[in-house]
Structures are given as structure tokens and as C-alpha cells.
């Protein structure tokens, strides 16, 4: 490890330090999530990550004084401290923060997990600064830095090219169900899997229905087969989930 001297003691200049690095790291993690609207943006990751940072530097800070001050009254009452629940419980916190971000759209697609995960990772890197344990905060500020913002371009660029296809798609009634699956096989394009979710019932709401597509064509592109769907008639509503 890299010899920082007095930045891994709790003094004035470590602390200021800390609560630096943590507002940079985390601002540029929430910066990601602000771009794309998810729920948790700058102030969110920030916030979380301050108080990481806050929570391990008074662990430390009572830890010091027990050995110093405090250590008179602590041999006399003969408390029990122990200073690891502090970072466990900034965890667990982060786990009811995160599950408020995760829904489940109308299309039955879940959203908010990498928001819920990029709080917990923001959370544990502010409890490292805390602790003084630079190189993993940083470490681990760039492998999130590139799971947030490389990854997905490598994601996109694999699924534009899968066979595979998840269509979510709206029709009028469910009489229209019967022509959208005739258009789709017409497009050399095999349904695996189907599965209608509103109440067709009422003539008022829109049929929705999650479409699990196989691509027979390897040349054909996603982007071409949703254009092909939206420009049928009966379907109001088509997206690629």
C-alpha cells in the first residue's frame, strides 16, 4: 500500500479529504443516472456517499477516544463497542434506499435495479474513504465508472445483434392479437413465448402483450422490425424491452 502518512489517521486534513473524494466519486457516479432520468441522481449518490464517509470516520473517531479520554469511563462501565456494526448498518440502509428505486413497469419489465446497485457500490466506497482506505475507493471508483458507462455500450452492441427479440406491443382488442401474430410471422420471425397482461375485458383499455421473438433472418435488424411493427395499423404502441 501507498505510505499516506497522516491522510490514514482521523485528523482535520483526512477528513476534509475523505468527504472530498467522496462528493467527486460519487457526484460522477449519479452524473451517469441524472443523464439516462433514473431516480437516483447526483444528490442521491452524493448524500449517500457523505454519509458513508461520516459513519466511518466516527467509528474511528470513537475509537480513538476510548483509547484516550474516554478510556476511564469505558474500563468503569465496562461497555461493549463494537465499531464493524457501523459499516453494516450503513449497508442494510442502503438496501431499503435501493428498494425504492426498483419498479415494475406496465410492461413488466423491472427498472431501477443498477440505480439500487450503483447506491450500495456509492455507499460501500464512502464507508472505504472513511476508513482511509484510498486505493480501494478508487479502485473501485473506476470498475464502477466502467460498469455504468462501458458496459452498456457493450451491452447494446450484443443485443442489436441477438436473434433473440423481446417486444412489448399494444393493440386495440384482442381480436387484433390473431393479425399481429400473423404480420410477425410474415416477417420470418418465430414466437416462442406470449404473454398477454391487461384485461381485455373492458373495450376501453388497450391490450398489451410481451412478445418473446426469435429471429430466423440473421440481416435483419432490431430496429427494423419494430419500424415494421409500428406501421401496422391495429398495434397503437411497440416498444424492444
Known sequence: MLDLGSLRELNFLSLCVRLFLG???SGFLGFSRNIKQRPAGIRT???VSIGAVLTMTLAQFEYSMINTLWND???INGIGLDLSRYGAQVINGIGFLGAGSIILSGTQKIKGMTTAAGLWAS??????????FYEGA???FLIILVCLFGLPIIEDSILLKSKNMNVYIE???IKSLKHVIE???SLNISIFELDVMNNFDDPKTLIGANFYMELSNKNIKHSEVIMALSEFDEICNVEEI
Open 23 to 25: 462528493i467527486i466519486f
Open 45 to 47: 449518490y452524493m448524500l
Open 73 to 75: 469511563a469505558y474500563k
Open 123 to 132: 455507499g460501500c466506497m464512502g464507508l472505504a474513504l472513511g476508513s482511509g
Open 138 to 140: 478508487i479502485i473501485g
Open 171 to 173: 393493440f386495440r382488442s
Open 183 to 185: 404480420l410477425i410471422k
